[in-house]
């Protein structure tokens, strides 16, 4: 998780949050995929119509779900940085 590009100064809005960790879901189910048709073809030694299709589910699986993590957290990161902003008075030039 790379939480170094939201900052107290930089707070990311709701929809930028969910964009990126649907990016990042996206990402994810594709390396799934890809981990679980070779382990599909060559560990378990499955017919290519079952390998795509456990494949397919895995890609979807994992990527829903790693999108859901990265959603709450970084969710729980803006409203602390809100928090910590509301908290910090105001300097006067």
């Not at 990265?70 to 908290?87: H, R």
Request: glycine share 8%.
């Amino acid at each position: 998780m790379d939480f170094d590009k939201m900052t107290k100064d930089n707070i990311w809005s709701r929809e930028k949050i969910l964009k990126e960790a649907t990016y990042t879901g996206f990402l994810f189910g594709g390396i799934g995929f890809i981990v679980a048709n070779l382990f599909g073809k060559r560990v378990l030694g499955l017919t290519p119509k079952v390998n795509l299709a456990s494949s397919i589910a895995t890609m979807v699986t994992s990527g829903y779900m790693y999108r859901g993590i990265y959603y709450k957290e970084l969710m729980a990161k803006q409203a602390e940085l809100q928090l910590l902003s509301a908290q910090e008075p105001e300097k006067e030039n």
